[in-house]
C-alpha cells in the first residue's frame, strides 16, 4: 500500500495517509503534489501519478503540541534499534530506574536493549549491574510519529521531516 504525507501550508508534517486519499486531496484541489510515485490511478478520462508528498492549500491551525505517547515500539524507533548498553541490535525495552524501585515509564526512563543485556541488568540499578548508557534517554523529536507510524520513511519524505 502507497503512503503519503501530507504537509500543511508552512511544509509543517501534519499525517501520513493512503496513496488514494492523497489522490482525492489533490482532485478536489485542496492539496498541490510535492513529490509523486511511479504508481498511476487511471479513470476513464484521467490519468494521475499517485502523490508520494503533498502539500495542503489551506493552513490548518494545530493549536497544541502533539505528545508523543511512549511505546515499544517508539523507543526502537527513537534509538534507532541499536542496545543502548552494548551497541548490537535492540529486540526489547527496558527501564534504566527499574518501576519496583521508583522509575516511571517515561520517555527519559525507557530505553532500547537487546535481551542479553536486559537479562544481564534485570531488576537492578545502573551501578549494580555493571552497565553503562551509551546515550541519555530523552524525549524523541517530534517528527518520530511518522516513523512509528510507517516503520521505514522513504527517501522523498526526509526533508520535511527534519524538524527540531
Not at 504537509?7 to 486519499?21: F, K
Not at 552497565?131 to 524523541?140: D, E, G, I, V
Request: contains cysteine; charged residues 25%; positive net charge.
Amino acid at each position: 500500500m502507497v503512503r503519503a504525507l501530507v504537509l500543511n501550508v508552512t511544509y509543517e508534517p501534519l499525517s501520513v495517509v493512503t496513496g488514494r486519499r492523497a489522490a482525492v486531496l489533490v482532485l478536489t484541489e485542496r492539496a498541490d503534489i510535492v513529490h509523486d510515485t511511479d504508481e498511476v490511478l487511471h479513470s476513464e478520462r484521467l490519468a494521475l501519478a499517485v502523490p508520494s508528498v503533498v502539500r495542503l492549500r489551506t493552513l490548518v491551525k494545530v493549536p497544541y503540541q502533539r505528545h508523543l505517547t511512549i511505546s515499544r515500539r517508539g523507543v526502537l524507533a527513537r534509538d534507532a534499534h541499536s542496545c543502548q548498553y552494548c551497541g548490537s541490535r535492540a529486540e526489547t525495552i527496558d527501564h534504566v530506574r527499574p518501576r519496583s524501585r521508583g522509575g516511571d515509564h517515561t520517555w527519559e526512563n525507557v530505553v532500547a536493549a537487546c535481551r542479553p543485556c536486559n537479562l544481564r541488568k534485570g531488576n537492578r540499578l545502573l551501578p549494580d549491574s555493571g552497565l553503562h548508557l551509551r546515550t541519555r534517554p530523552a524525549p524523541p523529536r517530534r517528527s518520530l510519529w511518522v516513523i512509528t507510524a510507517v516503520g521505514a520513511v522513504p527517501a522523498l519524505w526526509q526533508p520535511y521531516l527534519q524538524v527540531a
